[in-house]
């Protein structure tokens, strides 16, 4: 992805309208024709049950298995698309390809894979879940995109593995799971509007014309997550609510103790090393594959860390740079985040 205007990001966290929203039981708003769904809170037994489901090994596994340099057109990035799409299936999910050609700047005619993948392939809904899997093109080194993006996709696999039983009476409900797992999203010579996200803008024309992005509820995009303690804030006011309930996830975790390396707030509520943000920062100078989405009206929720990791786009965005402590973290507060919507958007049904 690309930083419009990197030292502009820092000084623009507008002050905390999150929290409001958090006591809403009028419900959110989903899907371009802005369906409502109330949310609820995970029971406390619900909670207690899906919060322990944890295999950091099977994390720690399945990065290392994508830990190549996967540039569209060269053996890795054909290992790492198999890697991903044989451990769904193994999993039982409903993988296609999404298969095209465009050309590129200095590699010339590419064929690309978008990777998309469901729990149920008869749902009517979905939430989804959405990364990259390309790594970028540089002249002089190997780039492995440690953050960027084999941790997130990496996340996405370990999160079906681990919920594997706990997702399974979502594989017949109407509003389901989905997997994407972009292809194309870096440029290859300079981040443009015709030199970028080769993947999100072929599959969101697509989607638009056939009437599947009708039945996207919201897509989460997970981008350059794995180094430590990275922050996230809410860009968009109309997920904003969706949004606290990953602030609110993240509290209820702390105040459990279940959040490791992090310091418990105990009654002061007071959260110093958070990683959800209770702020809001409107502005989109973040380009990614969420944009072709966002500008046909699908809710998103852009998971990016701002700052950026240091080591962004740099030989050092490598396996020494993954913090598994915080990765973890993350991935349970998105898990939980992934039950609690399903249950309260089935429970509506
Ligand atoms: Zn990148």
């Not at 989903?30 to 489901?53: C, D, I, M, Q, W």
């Not at 006011?237 to 602030?247: A, F, I, K």
């Not at 009654?267 to 989109?284: A, C, D, E, G, H």
């Not at 039950?339 to 958007?345: F, G, H, K, P, R």
Request: proline letters at 5%.
């Amino acid at each position: 992805m690309c930083l419009l205007n990197a030292s502009f990001a820092v000084f623009i966290i507008l002050s905390v309208s999150v929290f409001a929203s958090k006591d809403s039981q009028s419900g959110f708003a989903v899907g371009r024709n802005e369906l409502t769904y109330r949310t609820e809170e995970l029971s406390h037994e619900k909670f207690l049950a899906y919060a322990p489901l944890s295999d950091v090994p099977h994390l720690r596994k399945v990065t290392n298995n994508l830990l190549i340099p996967r540039v569209v057109g060269t053996t890795g990035h054909t290992q790492a698309r198999d890697y991903i799409t044989s451990n769904l299936r193994e999993l039982n999910w409903s993988v296609e390809h999404d298969k095209f050609h465009d050309t590129a700047p200095i590699l010339g005619k590419l064929h690309f894979h978008n990777i998309i993948a469901k729990l149920n392939p008869d749902a009517e809904r979905y939430l989804v879940f959405a990364c990259h899997y390309d790594s970028k093109y540089f002249e002089d080194f190997e780039f492995i995109g440690a953050t960027d993006s084999a941790v997130p996709c990496a996340m996405l696999l370990n999160m079906a593995h681990v919920l594997q039983t706990a997702l399974e009476p979502f594989r017949k409900t109407k509003l389901s799971l989905m997997f994407i797992f972009f292809d194309g999203e870096e440029a290859f010579k300079e981040w443009g509007p015709n030199d970028s996200i080769y993947g999100s803008r072929h599959l969101a024309k697509m989607w638009e014309a056939d009437g599947t992005l009708n039945r996207l509820d919201i897509l989460v995009l997970l981008d350059l997550i794995g180094s430590a303690d990275p922050t996230f804030y809410s860009f968009f006011p109309n997920t904003e609510g969706w949004y606290s309930r990953l602030v609110s996830l993240e509290e209820r975790l702390s105040d459990l103790n279940m959040l490791q390396r992090y310091i418990s707030s105990g009654v002061s509520r007071q959260y110093p090393n958070r990683y959800f943000q209770p702020n809001t920062l409107r502005s989109s100078m973040v380009e990614d594959d969420h944009l072709p989405f966002l500008r046909r009206n699908v809710p998103i929720l852009h998971l990016i860390p701002l700052p950026f990791p240091t080591v962004w786009h740099t030989k050092d965005d490598n396996n020494s740079i993954i913090d598994y402590i915080a990765t973890e973290n993350i991935s349970l507060i998105l898990r939980l985040f992934m039950m609690e919507y399903l249950q309260s958007a089935t429970d509506e049904k």
